[in-house]
T-cell receptor, first 116, second 112 residues
Framework: GAVVSQHPSRVICKSGTSVKIECRSLDFQATTMFWYRQFPKQSLMLMATSNEGSKATYEQGVEKDKFLINHASLTLSTLTVTSAHPEDSSFYIC????????????FGEGSRLTVL | GNSVTQMEGPVTLSEEAFLTINCTYTATGYPSLFWYVQYPGEGLQLLLKATKADDKGSNKGFEATYRKETTSFHLEKGSVQVSDSAVYFCALSDTSGNQFYFGTGTSLTVIP
């Protein structure tokens, strides 16, 4: 089946630095990718929809200058957390819809960000 | 609008017990329905899906039936194992397949 890969799986950084997380669709093309943030009590929050060749669409309350999303190609989307602070520590997950009419989402493995 | 309401957890069961996790939805049109499972420290994996009314999705002993009349997609398993311990998410995609909606997740712990 379709595979989505995320990298890095874990990253620790100092406060004030920027961190980039990559999301790749390995065996299919994804014109759209979704970025989620998962909070400690497990709920998923959709942050933004990444669109290949155009600007990302951010959900209400998500700072677009803080969470930069770039969908550079049909197989790669990146999320950059700029000037990270401890409150940005979280589990970030990307996903991409598979091809076909069933609307199944394929998820990356997730990236655990810890900001010291 | 579209939404998914899922039974809150956490749920703790003994091995071989029967599992039900309730999920109801609100949607216009004809959504597809999904159950995803998340094991500790991992991303979400598709567990099963159903794309139209009365369809039954099944995988690894789990089942869920798309009930349009009750707008439900309850997850069931007859005999859970310790390895089933995970977080389970109910989800729907709208008719276009471009929008996805998730429940809040239900944490399941199975004890030997």
């Amino acid at each position: 089946g379709a595979v989505v890969s995320q990298h890095p799986s874990r990253v620790i950084c100092k406060s004030g630095t920027s961190v980039k997380i990559e999301c790749r669709s390995l065996d299919f093309q994804a014109t759209t990718m979704f970025w989620y943030r998962q909070f400690p009590k497990q709920s998923l929050m959709l942050m933004a929809t990444s669109n290949e060749g155009s600007k990302a669409t951010y959900e209400q309350g998500v700072e677009k200058d803080k969470f930069l999303i770039n969908h550079a190609s049909l197989t790669l989307s990146t999320l950059t957390v700029t000037s990270a602070h401890p409150e940005d520590s979280s589990f970030y997950i990307c996903s991409a819809p598979g091809q076909g009419s069933t609307g199944e989402l394929f998820f990356g493995e997730g990236s655990r960000l810890t900001v010291l | 609008g579209n939404s998914v309401t899922q039974m809150e957890g956490p749920v703790t069961l003994s091995e071989e017990a029967f599992l039900t996790i309730n999920c109801t939805y609100t949607a216009t049109g004809y959504p597809s329905l999904f159950w995803y499972v998340q094991y500790p420290g991992e991303g979400l994996q598709l567990l099963l899906k159903a794309t139209k009314a009365d369809d039954k999705g099944s995988n690894k002993g789990f089942e869920a039936t798309y009930r349009k009349e009750t707008t439900s997609f309850h997850l069931e398993k007859g005999s859970v194992q310790v390895s089933d311990s995970a977080v389970y998410f109910c989800a729907l995609s709208d008719t276009s397949g471009n929008q996805f909606y998730f429940g809040t997740g239900t944490s399941l712990t199975v004890i030997p």
